[in-house]
């Protein structure tokens, strides 16, 4: 692999998500041990689909400020919730001393829809965030087009919605064609969106469940991916290697087209991640966190 810190320093943040099980808590806590080796700028934590996981959220988010010892970003969503409650647990945070939010809309349950006392969209969310405390802000953003949206235009146009209204920078979604991100961002500054655009960094760990959650989501599965993962189901080790590559490629790329910043959607999964961050030149210590 090739360091690419010769053309640009790179820095990271990571996501994690909320366990279901005791044994899913121990796993998580040594995923935060090794990742923080990498001090990465913060470490994330989502919600579950219509914020089932808020309160498993809240608890993994207060357990990963106390291991790591670094900034925490608390994923909060518009569905399942009134503005009052949202309001509340906004307030909650801030005392708390959380002082990152990811803002989403949210996937809403089938059948469902957002509530009518609630926040219709990620904008409205993050005005009310606003109103609450002076919060480090991140929206969604979507190169290929959020599925729900009109057109690129109209998506882009709801991103610069988001940011007006006090959002400090926007995630991608996860792209695998990394020409499709480049000119995401060519056209976000060319309409005038200055805030930093991070793109989200998928490793591949499941390919079969990637293509599912893909398909809900409005990423393309290239074909050149599929012939790359093919007969790797039963092979960990070598689709390890594989999704490593990938994901560095893409950053060597982006970083060589002028952008140095990365989301990376960890799956729980110290290994992957922290191999890009040593490619990307990005020191990896063991024991590190400790000298904090």
Request: glycine letters at 8%; charged letters at 25%.
């Amino acid at each position: 692999m090739t360091s690419v810190t010769r053309q640009q320093a790179a820095s990271v943040s990571f996501e994690l998500f909320p366990p279901k099980t005791a044994k899913g808590v121990e796993a998580l806590e040594r995923t935060v041990d090794r990742l923080a080796e990498a001090r990465p700028g913060y470490f994330s934590v989502t919600y579950g689909a219509g914020g089932s996981t808020r309160e498993r959220t809240r608890h993994v988010v207060d357990a990963v400020a106390v291991r790591s010892r670094l900034p925490i970003a608390h994923h909060l969503t518009c569905v399942g919730a009134s503005r009052s409650d949202i309001d509340r647990q906004a307030e909650q945070l801030w005392d708390a001393g959380i002082r990152r939010i990811v803002a989403l809309r949210g996937d809403l349950p089938e059948g469902a829809s957002l509530q009518e006392n609630g926040y219709r969209d990620a904008a409205e969310l993050v005005a009310g965030l606003r109103r609450v405390g002076d919060f480090d802000i991140a929206v969604a953003a979507y190169p290929e087009v959020h599925p729900e949206a009109a057109s690129a235009e109209a998506d882009l146009e709801h991103l610069k919605r988001k940011l007006d209204a006090g959002a400090n920078a926007a995630i991608t979604q996860f792209v695998f064609d990394t020409d499709t991100i480049v000119r995401f961002i060519d056209r976000a500054r060319s309409a005038g969106l200055t805030a930093p655009i991070v793109p989200g960094i998928m490793p591949v760990a499941n390919f079969a469940g990637l293509k599912r959650f893909a398909s809900k989501c409005g990423a393309t599965i290239p074909p050149w991916m599929e012939a790359m993962f093919a007969g790797l189901d039963d092979d960990p080790e070598l689709r390890a290697m594989v999704a490593t590559s990938l994901a560095v490629e893409q950053c060597r790329r982006l970083v060589a087209a002028g952008i140095s910043e990365f989301h990376i959607y960890t799956l729980n999964k110290p290994e992957v991640s922290l191999a890009i961050c040593r490619a990307l030149g990005i020191p990896v210590a063991e024991g590190q966190q400790e000298a904090a």
